[in-house]
């Protein structure tokens, strides 16, 4: 069955830290990943995606993430947090044509 | 482009009436889906449009749950003798084929 799996309900950073957001996620084919990025009561903002190709995918708002099938994962990162990244954050997973989210992280930033 | 728009933003309800919400895609996209997202939880999959085609509904949809896509423009999602259980945010995301797909800002429902 298809399925993804963000073990990391909460995450607490201070500004200016580096960040990763665990994903793993179960899919026969090759899959088609993405991370979107939610604020209090508003939709999902996608991130960043993959395709196929270069297993080192670059986003929005200086995030990047890396699909390592031999893991079955695509970890989310940023190099150095600001205060405006703290948000939930999904990874998810297409099937044939509908997604199959995570249950998501919430990411703090401490100032 | 001025992405996807839902009206209402907010629909507060009592048990056992009907709403009904609306979705406008971005314009050249020929998908649409509608997705609820409970709190804490990850958007799950209600159904899908390709243009007006209803292609598939998640079991979650049950019978007083119906969405219509008329002309593969916009979509209306009507939840009819809403329940306590309905209480979520419901998304509409459109896509162009099988790429990624954009999401609105959602319809939070709140039943009492």
């Known amino acids: 069955a298809q399925s993804v799996t963000q073990p990391d309900i909460h995450i607490t950073v201070s500004e200016g830290a580096s960040l990763e957001l665990r994903c793993n996620y179960s899919y026969g084919a090759t899959p088609y990943l993405f991370w979107y990025v939610q604020s209090p009561g508003q939709g999902l903002q996608l991130l960043l995606k993959y395709f196929s190709g270069d297993t080192l995918v670059q986003g929005i708002k200086g995030f990047e993430a890396e699909f390592k099938r031999s893991q079955s994962s695509f970890n989310l990162r940023k190099p150095s947090v600001h205060w405006s990244d703290a948000a939930e954050y999904f990874c998810?997973?297409?099937?044939?044509?509908?997604?199959?989210f995570g249950t998501g992280t919430r990411l703090k930033v401490l100032a | 482009d001025t992405g996807v728009s839902q009206d209402p933003r907010h629909k507060i309800t009592k048990r056992g009436q009907n709403v009904t919400f609306r979705c406008d895609p971005i314009s050249e996209h020929n998908r649409l889906y509608w997705y609820r997202q409970t709190l804490g939880q990850g958007p799950e999959f209600l159904t899908y449009?390709?243009?007006?085609?209803?292609?598939?509904k998640s079991r979650l949809l049950s019978d007083r749950f119906s969405a219509e896509r008329p002309k593969g423009s916009f979509s209306t999602l009507e939840i009819q003798r809403t329940e306590q259980g309905d209480s979520a945010m419901y998304l509409c995301?459109?896509?162009?084929?099988?790429?990624?797909?954009?999401f609105g800002p959602g319809t939070r429902l709140t039943v009492t």
């Open positions: 998810a997973v297409q099937g044939t044509y509908k997604y199959i």
């Open positions: 449009f390709q243009n007006e085609a209803q292609l598939e």
């Open positions: 995301a459109s896509s162009l084929e099988v790429l990624e797909q954009y």
